[in-house]
């Protein structure tokens, strides 16, 4: 008997440094509140700044982002003996329809097709209404899109390795959304996209 307890410790400790070398090279802590991860489909935000802002809701994907944020943070990252902590402290994707009055008549150029105007309206341009430091998020200027459909905004801020990670991505989607992020399949792949460039972003952030 004695021989078969000590045999069966001896295989545990012989396998316990091997269960440290299987563990994930990655662990995320998702500490945003719980506002950002509540909901369905598009919120609303608030403020006459944030009008035709919405803040696109977590399930709007599965798996949920942050989920996702990780398994392609894995695929990514170097193999290294230690283990290392990505805290997600804030993370928000914005679905910004808003447009504002400009010169030069952006969507008279390229056509309306992403923003459904009448014609009277030609001679508007994508991007917020008013100054970044007035918008509740998903803030974004004309410059930061490459095409015709309304941005979707990531903005991403956490902690890795006790520094400070801030992202922002604007991404702009090939074709025009349904835009009620609610299982349409080109809402939920443009939304999958904005969130691998988002981990792009944070993967070179996090090797600075």
Not at 28 to 34: A, C, G
Not at 38 to 44: A, E, I, M, R, S
Not at 45 to 68: F, Q, S
Not at 71 to 81: G, R, T, V
Request: hydrophobic content about 35%; proline content about 7%; aromatic content about 8%.
């Amino acid at each position: 008997m004695n021989r078969i307890i000590f045999g069966a410790l001896a295989l545990c400790a012989w396998q316990m440094p091997a269960f440290a070398q299987d563990a994930p090279p990655l662990a995320v802590i998702d500490l945003r509140p719980d506002g950002e991860k509540q909901g369905n489909g598009l919120l609303p935000l608030e403020g006459k700044c944030n009008k035709d802002v919405y803040r696109i809701a977590d399930v709007a994907t599965d798996p949920l982002k942050v989920d996702v944020l990780k398994a392609d943070l894995e695929q990514m990252m170097p193999a290294s003996e230690e283990r290392r902590t990505l805290t997600v402290l804030d993370w928000s994707i914005y679905y910004n329809r808003q447009i504002h009055k400009g010169e030069g008549g952006f969507l008279k150029s390229v056509g309306v097709q992403g923003y459904t105007i009448p014609n009277k309206s030609e001679g508007k341009q994508p991007g917020s209404k008013c100054p970044r430091k007035e918008s509740a998020g998903g803030w974004y200027t004309g410059s930061e899109v490459s095409g015709v459909y309304f941005p979707l905004v990531s903005e991403f801020s956490g902690t890795f390795a006790g520094k400070p990670i801030n992202v922002r991505v604007v991404y702009s989607p090939s074709q025009k959304l349904e835009g009620k992020f609610q299982g349409d399949p080109r809402d939920t792949q443009a939304l999958l996209e904005a969130i691998h460039k988002t981990t792009e972003e944070v993967a070179t952030a996090m090797s600075r």
